[in-house]
């Protein structure tokens, strides 16, 4: 025989046997049971309106129940840390991760995980701003207002956030570094209590978003001040940002992102990617997240680690410039 045609055979044969390791592999099936998505805040804020609306579609697609579990306290860490440690690594538990306990919390305090090796990246999935909002008795109607008020007496203003290490904790951290103001910290288990206190005027002002706010500026009950990122929200257009208002380049954005056990397998949480990104480029998942003032961005793994990498990098920067502590 030929020596050409033997190493042709010889090579199409390696090949066939090859390909049995090299063709993509077959879609990766879930485990047949309720899948569970933890939230590591209360019910009724961002993190678990997004939550819900993304595990109604993914249960619609999957033909499985997809369950939302609450688990708050310590800025989301509770959860993130059950996530790394004792959750189930078989594909039947993910979580809606956030910025403060993927990014920041690991500067602030011994969380019990590390974020980039116990825990694998699925997708971003929403982005958005904050809006500073203030109870009316606090006597003020403009961001230059209430930095004034902040510098007349130090220390006499206060700050909801949903958690120690939160982005509406860090972007009140920022704001105080910029203006060079003292306005003091008091961390929630989430957004509803937050919001909550801040109505009842048990604190005076709060990093809330846009969506939950927005019905209660309306109502005369709260007066929004400025919104956190570099433009000005969708949601709220008349509202400055505090960029604009005197200090440029000022962007605390927060965002939650899917993830889960880093133990879990490889084709596993390629086949989650396919469903979160599938689910969050639906139009319809789109428009119910638009209207809670949550803007979509999936993606890939990839760009997720190196969001959580690079934002762990430059909070850990102002952590440690401003020496900001874990109450």
Known sequence: MDRRVSVAVLASTALSVLGI????AMAQELPKKPITVIVGFAAGGAADAAARIIAKKLQDALGQPVLVDNRPGAGGNIAHQYLATSAPADGSVILLGSVGPLTVAPHLMKVGYDAQK???PLTMAVRFPNVLVVHPGVGVATLAEYIAKAKASPGALDFASTGAGSASHLAGELLNRRA???????PYKGGAPALQDLLGGRVASYYSTPATAEPHIAAG??????????????????VPTVAESGFPGFDATNWYAFVAPARTPGPVLERW?????????????????ERHGLTPEPGTREELANVIDQEFKAWGQLIRERKIKAE
């Open 21 to 24: 390791s090299f063709a993509p």
């Open 118 to 120: 116990d825990l694998a």
């Open 180 to 186: 060079g103001i003292d306005v003091v910290h008091v």
């Open 221 to 238: 009950k709260l007066i929004a001040l400025a919104t956190t990122g570099l433009a000005r929200s969708a949601f709220m257009p008349s």
């Open 273 to 289: 990617n396919r469903e979160l990104v599938k689910a969050l480029g639906a139009a319809d998942t789109k428009a119910e997240l």
